[in-house]
């Protein structure tokens, strides 16, 4: 026994010796990177743990919990700096609001920096292997997949939206009394979305919902939140094990599944000549088909798109409401804007040509922006511009397995490049131009989002058939300030609880 506890104790000694020399060692050529490249440390977090930074964690996850994460963390960047270094269970994590640092991240130094090792564990369960969690090759693929989807050919033609914008119209009460546009916003692109991907609309905004497609809604929205707390729980995710989480990720999958099986069938039963020109409208999932043919790809290429689409244009037309509705000056500008074209038809090129409706769409974007944050980890390693001393401007060195977490929300509001009005809703500001990379509604570089240009036309097509539609909006919600509900991107809270009136 006493040979068996002897060699016990002269492996642990052995293993911790090993972890220290290793440790020094790690540190020794980190100094001398600093060195060598002439950087400086960034500012540091104070941690009360500085082994694992779980202070850090409880505190984010207090904030997660009573909905002040976005300004508790807009607030480290008041105390540490506009770039500073934490730990995160054992991981350097550099966060910043610098312009120079998100351009070297996501567009200099695009290919030294990935998403994979941060997304596709956490992920993997519900969305698996698709455009929101791939670096390389299979990103490269699935990029190619849906690039031809936000062509402007694709979408500049507004008959179908058209249709749905009048459902919603329908269901806008007009005499002054009080409703919540936000559920409206989400059932309009709910029927959109689900119609230019699966080829079928949810019909959430009439009588004829199908009882599956309620089911899938309740599901994906209960998968999706699920996702975005394995993200906040970092490595913990792994200690709790949520049922309810697995059925809404089967659901979910199951209603995908019927409806690729579908896709594939018809693939199968339509001849080429037939199917290069088949003219029924354009849907996704039926193009997706004529390049793969493996289900589960299929499944996952789809709940990649499906889910962001969901939810961006839904999410800013309910903000760009919050915002003017508290706002009765911008709405009348707006409106004035929209009555000067009289009755023309709506195109992509009038839509673009509406510079006060644009202008609010990018300043309801900068202050509520989709992705308030985004993570990349450090591939190789990398000398960055910006980021280190006390102020910032020194040289960085990064590396490998480093994270740089980005913090869209707080740039969005920052008075060093928005001026000391950043926390309040000015659309002129966007008369003149902003800094390059301040602005990161739909992120940047190579994976700039592909639906951008489809978001900005839709949203714009939705306010201004409501501008014409209606002489004012009026707020009606207590709590004057927008206030963040997390899923997997933030929303309002309270809602957007107004009172519309028709034109005379």
């Not at 922006?369 to 980890?377: E, I, L, S, V």
């Amino acid at each position: 026994m006493s040979f068996f506890l002897g060699l016990a104790a002269t492996t642990a000694i052995v293993l911790a010796a090993y972890c220290t020399i290793t440790l020094l060692f790690s540190r020794f050529k980190y100094e001398r990177a600093i060195r060598d490249n002439g950087c400086a440390k960034p500012c540091q977090y104070r941690h009360k743990d500085p082994i694992l930074g779980l202070d850090l964690f409880m505190d984010i996850a207090k904030a997660f919990g009573n909905g002040s994460f976005l300004e508790t963390n807009r607030h480290h960047f008041d105390l540490y700096g506009r770039t500073f270094e934490a730990n995160s269970w054992g991981v350097r994590i550099i966060k910043t609001v610098q312009p120079e640092l998100m351009e070297t991240v996501y567009a200099t130094s695009f290919k030294n920096f990935g998403m994979e090792p941060l997304r596709l564990d956490v992920g993997a369960p519900f969305f698996g292997k698709g455009i929101l969690t791939t670096d390389g090759a299979f990103w490269e693929h699935s990029r190619a997949l849906i690039r031809p989807t936000f062509s402007r050919a694709r979408f500049a033609n507004f008959s179908s939206l058209e249709m749905h914008v009048d459902r919603l119209i329908a269901l806008i009460p007009a005499d002054g009394s009080t409703f919540d546009l936000q559920p409206l916003f989400r059932r309009l692109i709910l029927d959109t979305s689900t119609e230019f991907i699966f080829g079928e609309s949810a019909n959430s905004l009439t009588q004829n919902s199908a009882l599956d497609a309620q089911q899938f809604l309740q599901a994906f929205d209960d998968a999706v939140a699920g996702v975005g707390k394995r993200v906040m729980m970092g490595r913990a995710r792994h200690l709790v094990r949520d049922k309810k989480w697995e059925v809404a990720c089967r659901t979910v999958h199951d209603y995908c599944d019927k409806h690729v099986a579908a896709a594939l069938k018809d693939q199968q039963e339509t001849a080429p000549q037939q199917n290069a020109t088949k003219s029924d409208g354009w849907v996704l999932l039926r193009e997706m088909a004529k390049e793969t043919h493996d289900p589960l790809d299929l499944r996952y290429q789809i709940l990649n798109v499906f889910s962001p689409g969901r939810d961006s244009t839904g999410i800013l037309l309910s903000n760009v409401f919050f915002f003017l509705a508290r706002q009765p000056s911008s709405w009348l500008k707006l409106r004035n804007e929209v009555l000067s074209l009289a009755g023309r038809t709506l195109t992509y090129e009038i839509l673009k040509s509406l510079k006060f409706v644009n202008y609010c769409l990018k300043e309801s974007l900068r202050l509520a922006p989709f992705a308030t944050f985004n993570q990349r980890m450090c591939l190789q390693d990398t000398v960055l511009p910006t980021g280190g001393g006390r102020d910032g401007t020194a040289p960085m060195f990064v590396k490998r397995g480093d994270v740089i977490e980005t913090n869209f929300y707080a740039m969005h509001r920052d008075p060093g490049i928005w001026g000391d009005d950043a926390n309040e809703f000015r659309p002129e500001r966007w008369e003149k131009p902003h800094p390059p990379w301040a602005f990161m509604a739909f992120n940047g570089g190579p994976r700039t989002c592909p639906a951008e240009n489809m978001v900005y036309a839709e949203a714009a097509y939705v306010v201004t058939r409501l501008a014409r539609e209606f002489a004012a909006i009026e707020n009606r919600d207590p709590c004057e300030a927008w206030q963040e509900e997390m899923r997997l991107n933030f929303q309002s809270k309270n809602g957007v609880k107004v009172a519309i009136f028709a034109a005379g």
